[in-house]
């Protein structure tokens, strides 16, 4: 694929702001792929294989050639050179869900390709661990997840991604949709 062609949506965000559902969004209404990572987290209840997230051990975790990887609450979370290929393949543009930490080295190591990189932010962040119940998550592994360091870090926009980061408010669902649009409309993709 011409190298020119390729396009990148980095999206990040706190636990349950709605990283992948802005992302299945960009799957299903602009048909872009999804770059598949690598966790040693277990699945949760509707999670795949190989579809939401190469779920590894601890010991074939390390297998992969990664292009950064991050320990966050408690488990290991890597992108691969192997599944950013694998999504270029099947489409010119993809989409990757990462924490902040994982956005600043994947800045530093992708560069000839176009990005746009996108924090995802809740306007009333009391909704995220309702919003996160109803994902199928027992309470408690959802207060270990809030309260870790990464994710209070996560919570509001790191100053080192304010110069590149595009912030797309979360609140209500309709409203959301129009502000990817019109983001990806200003970035100067065909909507
Ligand atoms: N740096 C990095 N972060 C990742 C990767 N894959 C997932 N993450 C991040 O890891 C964090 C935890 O992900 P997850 O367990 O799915 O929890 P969620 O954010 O509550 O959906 C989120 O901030 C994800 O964006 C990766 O390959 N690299
Ligand atoms: N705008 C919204 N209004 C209400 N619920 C939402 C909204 N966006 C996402 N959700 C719900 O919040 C939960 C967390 O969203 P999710 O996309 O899984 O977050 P993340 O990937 O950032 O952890 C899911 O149950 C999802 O359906």
Redesign the pocket.
Known sequence: MDEKMKKLIVIC??????????Q?YLLKKYGFQRVITHTTRQPRIMEKNKVDYYFESEDSFYKNHFIEYVEYAGHMYGSSYEGLELAFQKSDTVTI?LDTKGVLSYKKAIKDIQTLFWY?KVPDTK?ISG??L??GESEQEVAKRLTSLEARRDMTIPQKLVPFCTVIE????QN?KHIVNQTLKDAGFKV
């Open positions: 965000g706190a636990p349950g702001s709605g990283k992948t559902t802005v299945n869900v995802i909704q919003r996160i109803k994902r979360n609140g209500v669902w959301t």
